[in-house]
Each structure stands twice: as C-alpha cells, then as structure tokens.
Nanobody, 118 residues
Framework: QVQLVESGGGLVQAGGSLRLSCTASGSTFSLITMSWFRQAPGKQRELVALVNSGGSTNYAGSVKGRFTISRDNAGNKVYLQMNSLKPEDTAVYYC????????????WGQGTQVTVSS
C-alpha cells in the first residue's frame, strides 16, 4: 500500500554536492517519521538524518553541518541536501518511512547509490 522511490544519486567529486529525493505514494499519513539511512560495503546500515511530523530533525555526527533533511508541505516527499561530500560518504542511501499511528508500520525504499571520488 506504500511505495518509496529514491532518486538523485550519482557520482560526484569530493567537495561537491548532491540532492536526494524520496517520494511516498499509495497512502497518506500524519504521525510519521521520515529518515535517510546509508550502508557502505562491509558496514552496518546507519541513520544519516530524520525529520518527524512536527518538523524536528536529527543528524548523525559525521554529517552534521554538511547535510540537510527537509520535507515538502504535503509531507509525501523528503529530501537530503548533501554538501561538502567526502569519499567516506560513498554508500547506498535508503529512504525510510515510520508510521506511528494505528498499528504502526515501516517502509523502505530501494536505495540509490552515491559515489564520491577522490
């Protein structure tokens, strides 16, 4: 009933910028958290940034000051503006939707590859 689709990944040089987007379709929700995770080869999947229904945000220490998460007014899209990219940011980036109302549910996107070259 819910599908998340990420876009905006690609290859960029160190110091450059990318903007990822995630669109949720199929259902509408109110009490939700939308977040970005990433997973590099051989590493655990880690939380990068999140934004909740009230607009509060949180960031991993490794990206704070460089990345910005935001939502559109309808709440069905979330973005990740990534500036001052480093090779260490290379990973598959995943969008996640957490629904807190009712029985609760979570959904994952398929992921988008971000590669930062030296």
């Amino acid at each position: 009933q819910v599908q998340l689709v990420e876009s905006g990944g690609g290859l960029v040089q160190a110091g450059g910028s990318l903007r990822l987007s995630c669109t949720a379709s199929g259902s509408t929700f109110s009490l939700i958290t939308m977040s970005w995770f990433r997973q590099a080869p051989g590493k655990q999947r880690e939380l990068v940034a999140l934004v909740n229904s009230g607009g509060s945000t949180n960031y991993a220490g490794s990206v704070k000051g460089r990345f910005t998460i935001s939502r559109d007014n309808a709440g069905n899209k979330v973005y990740l503006q990534m500036n001052s990219l480093k090779p260490e940011d290379t990973a598959v980036y995943y969008c996640k939707l957490d629904v807190w109302a009712g029985p609760g549910a979570n959904y994952w996107g398929q992921g988008t590859q971000v590669t930062v070259s030296s």
